[in-house]
């Protein structure tokens, strides 16, 4: 199974909003609403930050957003803080009962 | 709030096998699905495998025959096992729970695996 398609890097001034693109196939993204978000500082495990597209767990910071359209899903960051310069992997269930997780992309806080 | 801890060697001869444990405290391993992960040093993440408490898995297809995940509810942990390694297993090993078809909504710190003679 190929890795979901992300942006190497992303970046954007404090305040502003940013958005992560995911593109995977039919059978994974397209298929079902299980697309998850997560957050990695250097050194770090991946923290969840959205689960099945849209939602957030407790404590995530509401400025974390999902969506999804035909193969591809996206994260929005509003309000670009500091603390949001990490790494980001989307994740998504398929076809077959496995998951695949993106590339990944680095967001820079300018 | 549950949490995980990966144990086993940091040093793994080429062509042996790799053996890791995650230990389940705080919540119950039972009723639960659970993954192993890994993410070479600078790399991106990778889905491993998940187990079910009752024994069930299933496997990423790139890792063939060489890769078997058990558990023992008993002793709270789920293990990992993959042979004939070389140097690109080389990565950091996570486990998580895997709220199955969905997600992982905890992890452990990770635990590198060096492949080297």
């Known amino acids: 199974q190929s890795a979901l398609t992300q942006p190497a890097s992303v970046s954007g001034s404090p305040g502003q909003s940013i958005t992560i693109s995911c593109t995977g196939t039919?059978?994974?993204?397209?298929?079902?609403?299980?697309v998850s978000w997560y957050e990695q500082h250097p050194g770090k495990a991946p923290n969840l930050i959205i689960y099945?597209?849209?939602n957030r767990p407790s404590g995530v910071s509401n400025r974390f957003s999902g969506s999804k359209s035909g193969n591809t899903a996206s994260l929005t960051i509003s309000g670009l803080q500091a603390e949001d310069e990490a790494d980001y992997y989307c994740?998504?269930?398929?076809?077959?009962?496995?998951?695949?997780f993106g590339t990944g992309t680095r967001v820079t806080v300018l | 709030q549950v949490q995980l801890q990966e144990s086993g060697p940091g040093l793994v001869k080429p062509s042996e096998s790799l053996s890791l444990t995650c230990t389940v405290s705080g919540g119950s391993i039972s009723s639960y699905y659970w993954s192993w992960m890994r993410q070479p040093p600078g790399e991106g993440l990778e889905w491993i495998g998940y187990i079910h408490y009752t024994g069930s898995t299933n496997y990423n297809p790139s890792f063939k025959n060489r890769v078997t995940i058990s558990v023992d509810t008993s002793k709270h942990h789920f293990s990992l096992n993959l042979s004939s390694v070389t140097a690109a297993d080389t990565a950091v090993y996570y486990c998580?729970?895997?709220?199955?078809?969905?997600?992982?909504?905890?992890w452990g710190r990770g635990t590198l695996v060096t492949v080297s003679s």
């Open positions: 039919s059978s994974d993204v397209g298929r079902y609403n299980h």
């Open positions: 998580a729970r895997d709220r199955w078809g969905g997600y992982f909504d905890s």
């Open positions: 994740c998504a269930y398929t076809t077959i009962d496995t998951y695949v």
């Open positions: 099945d597209v849209i």
